[in-house]
């Protein structure tokens, strides 16, 4: 069975300062990796997504995310912190072919302080 | 370019009244369908997906049901509201079956059940 645990479910950084939510997945197979970025009051965004191309992979608004297998992390980082980040992130973990089921994780509120 | 619309934004209903959310999608055609819950402080819960016109799968025993009337018509429904049914409803919608691809996600409905 797949499942995807996310460190941390509150995350504070100060603008300009580096941003770190961090993801663990399990999964029997190769996985699909996602993340995805929730305002207020507002569906899911995808922030960006792993599919066994390049290890590190580059997403919308400056994020990236690095696919680890040895670790099974799945991290995203952004170098500096913007007020506009503040939200919820979650990462999310698909099974590849013959699955229908995407496992979300609880989500990270990030909080940035001024 | 694709969109996906869901409404209402906000719904307060009381205790044993009818449920009805709907969700279209535009700008594609056989889309996979799905209705998510996102309780306060949890992650997303996969409720029902459909892969085409009448064809509903369900994930979890519920007090709610849906229907895909028309291709790219997604419908959420209740007789019968329980408390329980509160929380953030979202729809998506994916390319592939198993989607490897991401979601594209609607804007939400908030229920509230009074």
């Known amino acids: 069975a797949q499942s995807v645990t996310q460190l941390g479910s509150h995350v504070s950084v100060s603008e300009g300062a580096l941003v770190l939510l961090r993801c663990n997945y399990s999964?029997?197979?190769?996985?699909?990796l996602f993340w995805y970025v929730q305002y207020p009051n507002q569906g899911l965004q995808l922030l960006l997504k792993y599919t066994s191309a390049a290890t590190l992979v580059k997403g919308i608004n400056g994020f990236e995310a690095e696919f680890k297998k040895s670790e099974t992390s799945f991290h995203l980082t952004k170098p500096s912190a913007h007020m506009s980040d503040a939200a919820e992130y979650f990462c999310a973990v698909t099974k590849g072919a013959g699955g229908f089921k995407t496992i979300f994780g609880a989500g990270t509120r990030l909080f940035v302080k001024a | 370019s694709q969109t996906i619309h869901q409404w209402p934004a906000t719904l307060v209903q009381p205790v044993g009244s009818p449920l009805s959310l709907e969700c279209t999608v535009e700008g594609t055609s056989n889309p996979n369908l799905y209705w998510y819950r996102q309780a306060a402080g949890r992650g997303l819960q996969l409720l029902f997906y459909?892969?085409?016109?009448?064809?509903i799968s369900s994930e979890v025993p519920q007090n709610l049901s849906a229907s895909r009337p028309q291709d790219r018509q997604f419908i959420l429904s209740s007789k019968k509201l329980l408390l329980s049914d509160s929380g953030f409803y979202l729809c998506a919608w994916s390319v592939e079956q198993a989607p490897i691809g991401g979601y594209t996600f609607g804007s939400g409905t908030r229920l509230t059940v009074v």
């Open positions: 459909s892969v085409g016109i009448g064809q």
């Open positions: 999964s029997s197979v190769p996985p699909y």
